[in-house]
């Protein structure tokens, strides 16, 4: 077996070096079996599969919002594709109750009058259909405090409500796509030093529009108005689109939503706002599902380990998607990349001493729900808030209570990998501030510098089903991706599709994540930890509200 050691950044392979070690031997050496990545590089870039797993969750399976059939779809289909590798203790676990699933089957949106012409929109998750085709005026009808509401009570039943302003439009003057520089990622792997906003704080912005949605949508649903109609944020006919609606069964929906090409919705303003009498028809069919606990699962699967098979590796990444593309970017690229990872190992015919555990998240869109019922069940949790007022709240929005309760499985985990930043490659990874996987990780890497992985940074990153590890002690890691044109123009939009991903980012990010799976299975110990988090102190208790407080005030 052909080892390469690292010693601080020196690196060395078995039998060739015979140079002096540079550093202090107290850092201790990395060993990185050559071997196994010869075998992964070899069949990641010559019978990879990742592109035909891609391929299948987004233009055969398509948009998997959570609860929906489409997803239960897509977790049956895994699971099969587990079995055909050969995988072990492939199963399903809920994290019901979830609520309710929603399907769209259909959306048609027409300008009658001054002019007949084909409107593009797409309706919001968890509103409902208009029965039918329906005709009706459209009216200008901004909302945004409870003084609107009074002011256009008793106006507006039977109409369409454009509800925002027009969207300026500029010209791009540089392309939507993006890979790092060296340069970028440079600065990336230095720490950032500037104080991390109080989460809660920037939150009260989102809450206080988050409250008044709901009042919103009564009021609307009261008013009998057909339809109420958003600009989307994006130009050139792409639509961002979440949810509008509720997928809890005991709140109010309101009439159907829609998001509308920026350019459509500019003309339609326009129209409307020089008196000219604008008639719309509209008929959406859209699809409340019952709970269905199949369709509100996380998928796992294994590989057995050996000698230390009571310790365990994870990699994952989200199932589920918004449905206004076909949630290519976010997530099946990195579904399709934890999947082939899985399927190199066990092609290759690696021989794990941990156990490698793969988990395919849903409800990662609403808040991270599938990750953090994981970890809640096995591996640490914390009590439910008593307050009402916070039991209201999205779970991520909810202040931490204490003490944490540590289960058996926290102490078997030597690390969670995760992959959810779109579908660029792989350019290193986030250490999460763990100060002792740094030069581990940089060892790791080093075989892959040709692929342009190169870069490990202490710095923090959110958003992603890491998180959910992270937060209770466990080590969670997510890796450096090129941006691509993700934020710019596939991220929860019309145009997050299969075009939008590259085959050969798939394959490079495949084999760097089965490498670093493949040795954190097989080291002599699991990755060292960060200290466990620390509950707040009662004075800092005291702070974190008097914060709150001025920023609600404000």
Same mark, same amino acid.
Request: glycine fraction near 8%; proline fraction near 6%; hydrophobic fraction near 35%.
């Given at each position: 077996m052909?080892?390469?050691?690292?010693?601080?950044?020196?690196?060395?392979?078995?039998?060739?070096?015979?140079?002096?070690?540079?550093?202090?031997?107290?850092?201790?050496e990395?060993?990185?079996?050559?071997d196994i990545?010869?075998?992964?590089?070899?069949?990641?870039?010559?019978?990879?599969?990742a592109?035909?797993?891609?391929? @299948?969750?987004?233009?055969?399976?398509?948009p998997?919002?959570t609860?929906?059939? =489409? +997803?239960?779809k897509?977790?049956?289909?895994?699971?099969?594709?587990?079995?055909?590798?050969?995988?072990?203790?492939?199963?399903?676990?809920?994290?019901? *109750?979830?609520?309710?699933?929603?399907?769209?089957?259909?959306?048609?949106l027409?300008?009658?009058t001054?002019?007949? @012409?084909?409107?593009? &929109?797409?309706?919001?998750a968890?509103?409902p259909?208009?029965?039918?085709?329906?005709?009706?005026?459209? @009216?200008?009808?901004?909302?945004?405090?409870?003084?609107?509401?009074?002011?256009?009570?008793?106006?507006?039943?039977?109409?369409?409500?454009?509800?925002?302003? !027009?969207?300026p439009?500029?010209?791009?003057?540089?392309?939507? /796509?993006h890979r790092?520089s060296?340069?970028?990622?440079?600065?990336?792997?230095?720490?950032?030093?500037?104080?991390?906003p109080?989460?809660?704080?920037?939150?009260?912005?989102?809450?206080?529009?988050?409250?008044?949605?709901?009042?919103?949508?009564?009021?609307?649903?009261?008013?009998?108005?057909?339809? /109420?109609?958003?600009?989307?944020?994006?130009?050139d006919?792409?639509?961002?689109?979440?949810?509008?609606?509720?997928?809890?069964?005991?709140e109010?929906?309101?009439?159907?939503?829609? @998001?509308?090409a920026?350019?459509?919705?500019?003309?339609?303003?326009?129209?409307?706002?020089?008196k000219?009498?604008v008639?719309?028809e509209i008929?959406?069919k859209?699809?409340?599902?019952?709970?269905? !606990?199949?369709?509100?699962?996380?998928?796992?699967?294994?590989?057995?380990?050996?000698?230390?098979?009571?310790?365990?590796?994870?990699?994952?990444?989200?199932?589920?998607?918004w449905?206004?593309?076909?949630?290519?970017?976010d997530? =099946?690229?990195?579904?399709?990349?934890?999947?082939?990872?899985? %399927?190199?190992?066990?092609?290759?015919?690696?021989?794990?001493?941990r156990?490698i %555990?793969i988990?395919?998240?849903g409800?990662?869109?609403?808040?991270l729900?599938?990750?953090? &019922?994981?970890?809640?069940?096995w591996i640490a949790?914390?009590?439910? *808030?008593?307050?009402?007022?916070?039991?209201?709240?999205?779970?991520?929005?909810?202040?931490?209570?204490?003490?944490?309760?540590?289960?058996?499985?926290h102490?078997?985990i030597? =690390?969670?990998f995760?992959?959810?930043?779109?579908?660029?490659?792989?350019?290193?990874v986030y250490?999460?501030?763990?100060a002792?996987?740094?030069p581990?990780?940089? &060892?790791?890497?080093?075989?892959?510098?040709?692929?342009?992985a190169?870069?490990?940074?202490?710095?923090k990153t959110?958003s992603?089903?890491?998180?959910?590890?992270?937060?209770?002690?466990?080590?969670?890691?997510q890796?450096?991706?090129?941006?691509?044109?993700?934020f710019?123009?596939?991220h929860?939009?019309?145009?997050?599709?299969y075009?939008?991903?590259?085959?050969?980012?798939?394959?490079?990010?495949?084999?760097?994540?089965?490498?670093?799976?493949?040795?954190?299975a097989?080291?002599?110990?699991?990755?060292?930890?960060?200290? +466990? *988090?620390?509950?707040?102190?009662?004075?800092?208790?005291?702070?974190?509200?008097?914060?709150? =407080?001025?920023?609600?005030?404000?």
């Amino acid at each position: 077996m052909r080892l390469l050691h690292v010693l601080l950044g020196t690196a060395f392979i078995t039998g060739s070096f015979t140079g002096p070690l540079a550093y202090s031997a107290t850092t201790g050496e990395e060993k990185v079996d050559l071997d196994i990545i010869t075998k992964l590089r070899d069949e990641a870039m010559n019978r990879s599969k990742a592109q035909e797993i891609f391929a @299948v969750l987004t233009d055969e399976i398509g948009p998997r919002l959570t609860g929906s059939p =489409a +997803l239960r779809k897509a977790g049956e289909w895994s699971r099969s594709k587990f079995s055909e590798w050969g995988m072990q203790n492939i199963h399903s676990e809920s994290f019901a *109750p979830f609520g309710r699933g929603w399907t769209l089957e259909k959306t048609t949106l027409r300008m009658i009058t001054p002019a007949q @012409v084909d409107l593009y &929109a797409i309706p919001k998750a968890w509103t409902p259909g208009t029965d039918g085709l329906q005709r009706g005026k459209l @009216v200008i009808a901004r909302m945004t405090a409870d003084e609107d509401l009074v002011k256009w009570k008793g106006k507006l039943a039977g109409t369409i409500v454009l509800l925002d302003e !027009p969207l300026p439009i500029k010209p791009h003057m540089k392309a939507d /796509a993006h890979r790092y520089s060296h340069e970028e990622l440079d600065e990336l792997s230095k720490i950032d030093f500037e104080a991390a906003p109080n989460r809660r704080g920037d939150l009260q912005t989102y809450l206080k529009k988050l409250a008044f949605g709901k009042k919103l949508r009564a009021f609307l649903a009261e008013e009998k108005v057909l339809a /109420a109609l958003n600009v989307t944020r994006g130009e050139d006919g792409t639509i961002f689109v979440q949810e509008g609606g509720s997928y809890k069964k005991d709140e109010v929906t309101g009439p159907p939503n829609l @998001v509308v090409a920026s350019e459509t919705y500019n003309r339609l303003y326009r129209l409307v706002e020089k008196k000219k009498p604008v008639e719309l028809e509209i008929d959406v069919k859209a699809r409340f599902n019952d709970e269905d !606990p199949e369709a509100a699962v996380n998928v796992l699967a294994e590989i057995p380990g050996t000698d230390k098979k009571d310790e365990i590796v994870m990699l994952g990444a989200h199932l589920d998607s918004w449905h206004g593309g076909t949630g290519a970017t976010d997530n =099946a690229a990195g579904v399709a990349m934890v999947m082939e990872a899985v %399927r190199l190992l066990k092609v290759t015919g690696f021989k794990p001493r941990r156990t490698i %555990r793969i988990a395919l998240w849903g409800g990662e869109e609403q808040g991270l729900l599938g990750s953090r &019922a994981y970890v809640n069940k096995w591996i640490a949790s914390r009590p439910e *808030p008593t307050d009402p007022k916070e039991l209201e709240l999205p779970v991520f929005a909810r202040k931490q209570t204490g003490p944490m309760s540590i289960k058996p499985m926290h102490g078997k985990i030597s =690390a969670y990998f995760n992959l959810d930043n779109g579908g660029g490659k792989i350019r290193g990874v986030y250490a999460e501030n763990n100060a002792t996987v740094k030069p581990i990780f940089d &060892a790791w890497l080093a075989p892959f510098q040709d692929v342009g992985a190169t870069t490990t940074t202490l710095r923090k990153t959110d958003s992603t089903d890491h998180v959910s590890f992270d937060r209770v002690g466990v080590p969670g890691f997510q890796f450096i991706q090129d941006d691509m044109d993700y934020f710019t123009r596939t991220h929860h939009s019309s145009m997050d599709v299969y075009d939008k991903v590259q085959k050969n980012d798939l394959m490079q990010a495949s084999m760097i994540l089965a490498s670093f799976v493949a040795h954190t299975a097989n080291r002599n110990d699991m990755l060292p930890r960060k200290p +466990l *988090p620390k509950d707040p102190t009662p004075e800092e208790k005291k702070e974190e509200e008097k914060k709150e =407080a001025e920023a609600t005030a404000k």
